[in-house]
């Protein structure tokens, strides 16, 4: 398995701020991605967290919006930029291990006002 | 692309009661299939896995059979309990790219 810890846990944000979220890995992982979880549904692709170089965004993200740093290969921080309630959301980083197995840190939660 | 689907709708039922959650997938190649579940204000955790057909995953009495014929991986428990009302969610590793359903939330009445 995998130990993934996030901070912030939660925190709660004013409009056009925006906020950074960290993870570390136990170990070193290859491949690291950021999802998305909205209220009540299932999870989205942000990026692929790619280790010293820039991220790699599914359709409808932007580096802009969303900018990812991968210094090593057990960290990652994701922010979210210019923040508008429509961002308030689960916030969640992944690892894959070798196993085929994703790994789930206990998310962040996000509330915009 | 690679796709799963789950059956629509929250699913309620009384304790001790069988559970199936259904889950059908789309794939090119030979995914290996996944069940996560995510407790109310958690994050998700694996539950169980199968790399191949006719695997069966198996974990705190839920199973799931990779059945290729049918492309589903059907989540199966004989009597749950209250601590079992969470989130469920159907994934698929095809070559690196991971998709999920939609989840299913289950809630266990006393």
Excluded at chain 1, 98 to 112: D, I, P
Aim: charged letters at 15%; glycine letters at 8%; one cysteine or more.
């Amino acid at each position: 398995s995998a130990v993934i810890s996030q901070k912030p846990s939660r925190d709660i944000c004013q409009r056009g701020t925006s906020l950074t979220i960290q993870c570390q890995v136990d170990s070193q992982v290859t491949m690291m991605f950021w999802y998305r979880q909205q209220p009540g549904q299932s999870l989205t692709l942000i990026a692929t967290a790619n280790q010293g170089s820039e991220a790699t965004y599914e359709s409808g993200f932007v580096i802009d919006k969303f900018p990812i740093s991968r210094p090593n290969l057990t960290f990652s921080t994701l922010t979210v930029s210019n923040m508008s309630p429509e961002d308030s959301s689960i916030y969640l980083c992944s690892v894959l291990k070798n196993t085929g197995e994703l790994f789930f840190g206990e998310g962040s939660r996000l509330t915009v006002l | 692309g690679d796709s799963v689907t789950q059956m629509e709708g929250p699913v309620t039922l009384s304790e001790e009661a069988f559970l199936t959650i259904n889950c059908t997938y789309t794939a090119t190649g030979y995914p290996s299939l996944f069940w996560y579940v995510q407790y109310p204000g958690e994050g998700l955790q694996l539950l169980l896995k199968a790399t191949k057909a006719d695997d069966k995953g198996s974990n705190k009495g839920f199973e799931a059979t990779y059945r290729k014929e049918t492309t589903s991986f059907h989540l199966e428990k004989g009597s749950v309990q209250v601590s079992d009302s969470a989130v469920y969610f159907c994934a698929l590793n095809g070559n690196n790219r991971l998709a999920f359903g939609k989840g299913n939330q289950v809630v266990v009445i006393p």
